[in-house]
Antibody
Framework: QVQLVESGGGVVQPGGSPRLSCEAS????????MHWVRQAPGKGLEWVSF????????SYAESVRGRFTISRDNSKNTVYLQMNSLRVEDTAVYYC????????????????WGQGTRVSVSP | LVMTQSPDTLSVSPGERVTLSCRAS??????LAWYQQKPGQAPRLLIY???TRATGVPARFSGSGSRTDFTLAISSLQSEDFAVYYC?????????FGQGTTLDIK
């Protein structure tokens, strides 16, 4: 079955640079775009970033543009989120999610989600 | 592009029909999805393209609307439907979610 497993979260100091990973299985990873979505404690969902199936197109939320970088390694069935210059307000559970349709040129909807990895930014 | 859901919280009884609203600050065509999230769980895709149910979603969930005004209806609430519901536009970058509507038991 389709499975997404995030890792790389933890407690980080402001200004830190962790890298989140999301390993996928159960589907043809190289055919699907991938998203990162985050949820601050007790808050709603915030879309963070998208990468196209071939890695050639990326998009970011305004709140993270210039600080976060999404990438993927299709040989490892893994998508990454490099987070730089972290701020307290980046504290959240970070979910990776699979795009619904294979081979789609633009992002679509998130049809399968991982269980998330928690990032806490604290002095 | 701001998505605004109403109400923030809705208290209802099992078996009732409910409608949740989502409004976009500009047209998103029909590129609107609904997700359900239960405590401690990841979100689940319910509806995409305004009215298409995702795989495995019961027929009591239905979506409607266009451009800026959208609705999620649940025809007869079951106990497992009490959760938070989010709308999301994917018409234009950056994608955005509404703030969520909490359905709780009256």
């Amino acid at each position: 079955q389709v499975q997404l497993v995030e890792s790389g979260g933890g407690v980080v100091q402001p200004g830190g640079s962790p890298r989140l990973s999301c390993e996928a299985s159960g589907f043809s990873f190289s055919d699907h775009g991938m998203h990162w979505v985050r949820q601050a404690p007790g808050k709603g969902l915030e879309w963070v970033s998208f990468i196209r199936y071939d890695g050639k197109s990326k998009s970011y939320a305004e709140s993270v543009r210039g600080r976060f970088t999404i990438s993927r390694d299709n040989s490892k069935n893994t998508v990454y989120l490099q987070m730089n210059s972290l701020r307290v307000e980046d504290t959240a559970v970070y979910y990776c999610a699979k795009d619904l349709f294979p081979g789609y040129m633009y992002g679509y909807v998130c049809d399968t989600w991982g269980q998330g990895t928690r990032v806490s930014v604290s002095p | 592009l701001v998505m605004t859901q109403s109400p923030d919280t809705l208290s209802v009884s099992p078996g009732e029909r409910v409608t949740l609203s989502c409004r976009a600050s500009e047209s998103v065509s029909n590129n609107l999805a609904w997700y359900q999230q239960k405590p401690g769980q990841a979100p689940r895709l319910l509806i995409y393209d305004t009215s298409t149910r995702a795989t495995g979603v019961p027929a009591r969930f239905s979506g409607s609307g266009s451009r800026t005004d959208f609705t999620l209806a649940i025809s007869s609430l079951q106990s497992e439907d009490f959760a938070v519901y989010y709308c999301q536009q994917y018409n234009d970058w950056p994608y955005s979610f509404g703030q969520g509507t909490t359905l709780d038991i009256k």
